[in-house]
């Protein structure tokens, strides 16, 4: 079953033009690559995801058991370049033929292209236009995604500390402090200059560990310190 096969799209007339010594296992491999999103010819690829396999079919243009790349290449000629997936538009034959069969196709080839044979297509692959080129845009300005305005979240984090159990405060001799709502806001809190807490606080380091302010009191320390009853910058917190 050797022969010249085509792979043609349903919907723009398309078609992809190839030949094998075996058309059956061809179309297979041909089917089962497209599949699989690992086709070699991106063209044909891109338009295989882009309108469906049903809207493609596989079709015989011919039987033949000798010079199959010529035949191939009369029917690639016969069409326009512009409606063809093939992205090389000579018939130079792959790895399903001999070494001997390559070479020869190869010698023929050169012949073609020294006696001025091929000279339309090569003016056709000057001139054609590459399928997958990009816009040039004078702007991109309409490609810029704006940036979404992060929405308000104060009442969720107000109902979400409201819903914690509050935290009182003493000092190292176990002196009523104060309570607040929640250990996030005592952090918060611990950045002002005035807070109550700061004149009770033992410091281990005065200056402070990595810009951050000595008197800072993160909240994952203070519920440490809560759970597990142990002082935090000379300070006991507690969940009530």
């Known amino acids: 079953m050797k022969g010249v096969y085509e792979i043609k799209n349903k919907i723009n007339g398309k078609k992809y033009i190839g030949s094998s010594i075996d058309l059956e296992k061809r179309i297979y491999h041909h089917k ?83 006696n001025g044979e091929l000279d339309h297509v090569k003016e056709t692959l000057r001139n054609r236009t ?29 109902a979400q500390r409201n819903n914690n159990p509050n935290i009182q405060v003493f000092d190292i001799n176990m002196n009523y402090l104060g309570e607040w709502r929640s250990a996030k806001d005592i952090e918060e809190l611990s950045l002002q200059d005035e807070f109550i807490l700061k004149q009770h606080m033992i410091l281990r380091n005065p200056n402070g560990r990595q810009s951050y302010s000595p008197y800072l009191l993160q909240s994952v320390n203070i519920n440490k310190s809560s759970n597990f009853n142990k002082p935090y910058k000379g300070l006991f917190f507690k969940k009530v």
């Open 32 to 114: 089962n690559v497209l599949k699989n999103n690992k086709h070699k010819n991106s063209h044909l690829q891109y338009a295989w995801n882009k309108y469906g396999e049903e809207n493609f079919e596989f079709n015989v243009l011919e039987h033949c058991n000798d010079n199959i790349l010529e035949l191939e290449q009369t029917y690639i000629d016969k069409e326009d370049f512009e409606n063809l997936y093939n992205i090389n538009l000579l018939a130079t034959g792959g790895c399903q033929f001999s070494q001997e069969a390559i070479n020869k196709r190869r010698l023929t080839m050169k012949r073609k292209y020294d």
């Open 130 to 158: 590459p399928w997958n080129k990009g816009i040039k845009y004078f702007s991109t300005d309409h490609l810029k995604v704006p940036k979404r305005k992060k929405p308000d979240r104060t009442n969720q984090i107000n």
